[in-house]
């Protein structure tokens, strides 16, 4: 058994400042927790001292692991401390610090009483604990030689020292206990002495030390399979422990690479300490690490965390919010970290797209905080992660020759019988100390050597000896020569993972017999409880496992592992969709995993975006793989190609135009016009933003035209705002108004009716959009629109509300519409405020746009910095993440617009000029008229050589547009524009008629900012 013994230090210091009742209550916290803990891992709460706790693990009840589970109990127990400690340094100023100290060996029990819990423990053991207890450091856990010798092989420990204790003259040895190994690969105690590598661990420890002081940092490290970049990590954790840090390990696998929000979740997962917890339990403790969040943001969590509450319905928010806001929550809760902490990615060429995005994210924010990151990957790797601004990497290179000789002759010890061995082996191995390590295993498995690690004999003579060519040919024999129900343990292993456990084991039909592989170093236990776990001693023998079974077998273990999975947790098989899709696949099921790959898409659709592509995308492959002669293989091939055409907008990367043609080719085939219509949207939308805005206008048509054709009023409703919003900026007004006509007549007076992502309240929209082409050629009846649309808006969403009332309000306010000072400026910044919780990037920067816009116009000064400082965040934003581009242009002419009001006429001039040939060039001509105004107007202000010729010039060109015949917004433009020119060239009597015309038109339009213009002129 093992005693576990902890101390609060300096617990009088701490009565005197605080007072004895604060006191108590603080060991309270301590015993509490402590009393949780031990429980956690099986043991025995003994006695609660004045000032701590003793515990024994393996008795009453025998426990074979207590020694590991009392190391793990005394380190939960150190950092449950640091977490209550940084409380009690927020509310009383002190510092709360344990010892912790541990003993194993034979107890004399007894029922001595104490009257705690029916067990008392005697014996010099127990007062060893104590003793090893008062010598451990503040906030350390010390172990006796007794106990270190029993964790030795999976605990990181501190090299023994010396410790005085009380009631021996002589010192005695003991260990500190840093860590226990839950990584791959074997412990510190069973390693090779690390060789070289000497810059790379300073560059390391330089790092660990600017941590400390407040300067987190992310460092990858590359190399090929087996050359020591994980060994490197091991040293750099324990390094970093040795410093205090909490060191969080997580594992990319390489099946899971498709499998969206694996690696982050597990990593959060292990920050937060909800490993072991599920549903309340897990709930519970993500509250208690995260005190003050907001509660909806902890529902996110809770979600990506796989512990959400099966009752409660997952908030209906925008991918792109929920995002932001478990950024910022993940963020701000690593700033708010007093304690460092080192992070290691392991393995980060299997990391799936969600989790490499969002760890981009979160590792963004290191650099102002005390944790750092250390991701390790293979060459071929070259994603986000290490493209992280501000992140290092280290390229590790093979050992040289005199490296290797060191390693080898440690392994294999200073008989001169493996000497000329060793000589053959330094060229085989390339500088690949794991290759050396293998040869060895494979060379002592084969009664070549004899003896043990560092002291082997060899009888055999030099050149009989074979040895593999390479290191899979090495493991492969290895594997080899295992007995069948070994080896049927590592095969099924294999298929499930680099990480399994002794459950899915037995779920799949094995007996989990794991003694023979662990003694042959192919596989390490890493947890001992709840459950124990294992893991492959490094991937590449999970590879040769995996690759060297017959394709059949291996299918069999994945069709298997796919039920068993289902079985495990029959309650988030969504969850899990994609890893089953994943296995039937690798069985050969194509159309079950079909089937699943869809069902992970609708799970993830709501989640994040790319998650749901992928799984879309599999499933095209899919589809696409069938025979020609399968029944279902074009509609198999149409769904998923009609979902990822729709969502194209939302990809990184898009130009998705052969791929709708294939589209197109399949559903024209198959006469599924529905899927087409839908599938559209992607290239209306791509071909919108690329500035092909006649052409995004065309396929709209061609859209809508299909829409009618099916009548489904729903759909056509739906897919009309994306069409109505093309049309009134590429200036198709009798297009804009027959489509908001259509829209106001299906929807009926139901205002959600074909409501979608985009849009909450198409018919609140439809009216809103009529309004503004009814105004735009000067037709009654644009005023009653702009209220009812307005009406109408304010009982829908709040996205939906924020995104028309701006839009309404920023249009027609730049056309000289409507007054910017009646602009509800209060209501609109409380709407976005709660938009900004829930909604897209995309409806919110439009928003923001049009926000900023419409307060540019504002007479207070305040509401002008107001409005600028927006439009030019969301310009900025779009450039730096080079999205939205084709709205840039207007962002700018906003900017020059308040730059030109405030003097500076030159800048503003440049600006207007070159934003204004973008939105010709694009097309975008609905949006042009007030832009030339505005330049025109400037160029009249300026007057410098040339200007009034060039205004003349810009006016010239609306003129001549055929496209602005019959629009009242810019014939009113164009009145007073020509007044401002005439005024310029000093003609005066053409001026005053001009201006007449001006007041009179305004006047019978009721354009209310041009009547206030025209006032004033
Ligand atoms: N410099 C070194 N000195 C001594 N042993 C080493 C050294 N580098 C690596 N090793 C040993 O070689 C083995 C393989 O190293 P490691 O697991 O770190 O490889 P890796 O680069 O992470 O490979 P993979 O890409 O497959 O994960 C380990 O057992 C490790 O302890
Ligand atoms: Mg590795």
Not at 657 to 663: A, H, K, N, V
Request: with cysteine.
């Amino acid at each position: 058994m093992t005693v576990l013994f902890a101390d609060v230090v300096g617990s009088m210091d701490i009565a005197a400042a605080v007072g004895a009742e604060r006191l108590r209550e603080i060991m309270a916290g301590v015993v509490g927790r402590g009393a949780a803990v031990v429980q956690r891992y099986g043991g025995t709460m003994d006695k609660f001292t004045g000032d701590g706790l003793m515990a024994v693990f393996g008795a009453p009840k025998s426990l074979e692991d207590h020694a590991i589970r009392a190391c793990l109990a005394a380190l939960d127990l150190q950092s449950e401390t640091l977490r209550l400690a940084d409380e009690v340094q927020r509310r009383d100023g002190i510092d709360l610090e344990l010892r912790v100290g541990l003993n194993s060996g034979q107890v004399v029990a007894g029922e001595i009483g104490s009257g705690v819990p029916g067990y008392t423990a005697i014996g010099e053991q127990v007062g060893f604990a104590q003793r090893m207890e008062s010598a451990a450091p503040p906030g350390g856990v010390m172990l006796s030689e007794s106990t270190a010798h029993l964790v030795d092989k999976t605990a990181v420990l501190a090299d023994p020292e010396l410790v005085r204790i009380k009631g021996r003259d002589e010192p005695v040895p003991a260990r500190r206990l840093f860590a226990v190994v839950s990584g791959h690969g074997a412990a510190a105690g069973t390693e090779s002495t690390l060789v070289g590598r000497r810059w790379e661990m300073a560059a390391l420890e330089a790092m660990v030390e600017q941590a400390i002081r407040g300067r987190g940092d992310v460092v990858g490290m590359a190399g090929p399979p087996g050359i020591g970049k994980s060994r490197v990590a091991r040293e750099a954790a324990a390094l970093a422990m040795n410093r205090g840090f909490e060191v969080v390990w997580t594992y990319c696998e390489s099946h899971a690479k498709d499998v969206p929000f694996l690696v982050v979740s597990n990593l959060l997962r292990t920050v937060i300490g909800v490993t072991d917890l599920d549903g309340t339990d897990a709930r519970a403790r993500i509250r208690e690490r995260i005190p003050d969040a907001d509660p909806q943001d902890l529902l996110l969590l809770d979600d990506l965390l796989g512990a959400a509450d099966p009752d409660v319905a997952l908030p209906p928010i925008d991918p792109d919010a929920r995002r932001r806001r478990l950024t910022a929550l993940i963020n701000a809760a690593s700033l708010a970290r007093t304690t460092p902490a080192l992070y290691i990615i392991e393995d980060a060429h299997w990391i799936d797209a969600v989790s490499e995005s969002m760890l981009t994210d979160f590792l963004t924010a290191l650099p102002r905080t005390l944790s750092m990151a250390l991701i390790t990957c293979r060459p071929e790797y070259e994603g986000a992660l290490t493209r992280v601004p501000g992140a290092q990497t280290i390229a590790l290179a093979p050992l040289d020759d005199s490296e290797t000789v060191t390693l080898l002759a440690e392994l294999l010890g200073p008989d001169p019988s493996v000497g000329e061995l060793g000589e053959i082996m330094v060229s085989r191995v390339g500088g690949i100390p794991f290759f050396a390590e293998e040869i060895v295993r494979d060379l002592t498995e084969r009664g070549v050597l004899r003896g043990q690690r560092g002291a082997y004999v060899c009888r055999t003579p030099v050149t009989e000896v074979s040895v593999p060519a390479t290191l899979q040919a090495t493991i492969g024999a290895r594997i080899d020569r295992l007995d069948a129900p070994a080896k049927r343990v590592l095969s099924a292993a294999a298929v499930i993972g680099s990480r399994f456990d002794t459950e899915l084991l037995t779920g799949l039909g094995v007996e989990p017999v794991v003694d023979e592989l662990i003694g042959a170093e192919l596989i390490d236990q890493v947890r001992f409880t709840p459950r124990a776990q294992y893991a492959f001693h490094h991937p590449l023998i999970r590879a040769v496992a995996y690759e060297s079974q017959l394709k059949s077998d291996r299918a069999e273990w994945h069709r298997r592992l796919a039920v068993a999975i289902q079985q495990r947790d029959p309650d988030s098989v969504d969850e899990s969709a994609a890893l089953i899709a994943e296995h039937l696949q690798a069985a050969g099921d194509l159309r079950a995993a079909y089937d699943w790959h869809m069902r992970a898409s609708a799970w993830s659709t709501n989640r994040d975006i790319t998650a749901a592509r992928v799984s879309w995308e599999r499933a095209r492959q899919i589809a696409d793989a069938l025979p020609d002669d399968d029944p279902g293989r074009t509609a198999m091939r149409i769904a998923p190609r009609t979902m990822l055409s729709v969502s194209s907008w939302r990809a990184a990367e898009s130009d998705s135009s052969e791929r709708f043609e294939e589209l197109r080719d399949l559903c024209t085939g198959a006469g599924d016009k529905a899927s087409l219509a839908i599938g559209m949207t992607g290239p209306v939308s791509e071909l919108m933003w690329s500035g092909h805005t006649r052409d995004a206008s065309r396929l709209a048509s061609e859209q809508m035209a299909l829409l009618e054709s099916i009548a489904d009023p729903a759909l056509t409703i739906g897919a009309a705002y994306g069409v109505m919003v093309i049309k009134a900026a590429a200036c198709e007004i009798a297009d804009l108004l027959h489509w908001s006509q259509t829209v106001i007549d299906l929807a009926d007076g139901d205002p959600t009716k074909g409501a979608n992502f985009a849009m909450g309240s198409p018919l609140a929209a439809a009216i809103a959009l009529r309004g503004f082409g009814r105004s735009w050629l000067g037709r009654p009846g644009w005023r009653e629109d702009f209220d009812d649309a307005s009406a109408m808006a304010r009982r829908s969403d709040p996205v939906t509300h924020a995104l028309l009332i701006t839009g309404i309000n920023r249009l027609a306010i730049e056309n000289g519409v409507l007054r910017a000072d009646e602009f509800p400026l209060r209501e609109i910044e409380e709407t976005l405020r709660i938009a900004e919780r829930s909604s897209g990037d995309t409806a919110l920067s439009t928003v923001k746009l049009s926000f900023g816009a419409a307060l540019t116009y504002r007479s207070t000064l305040a509401d002008r910095r107001r409005g600028l400082e927006l439009v030019t965040q969301v310009r900025d934003t779009w450039l730096r993440e080079r999205t939205r581009l084709y709205l840039v242009p207007t962002a700018e002419l906003a900017i020059a617009r308040e730059r030109a009001g405030r003097g500076e006429r030159d800048r503003a001039i440049a600006m207007m000029r070159s934003a204004l040939e973008k939105l010709f060039q694009m097309q975008q001509l609905g949006l042009c008229v007030v832009p030339t105004a505005d330049l025109v107007e400037a160029l009249l202000e300026r007057r410098a050589d040339g200007d009034i010729a060039e205004a003349k010039r810009s006016i010239d060109r609306l003129v001549n547009m055929p496209d602005y015949a019959g629009s009242a917004v810019c014939e009113i433009w164009l009145l007073r524009l020509r007044a401002l020119l005439c005024r310029a060239r000093g003609e005066d009597i053409a001026y005053q008629d001009f201006v007449n015309r001006y007041r009179t038109m305004a006047d019978s339009l009721g354009f209310e900012r041009h009547i206030a213009m025209a006032e004033a002129m």
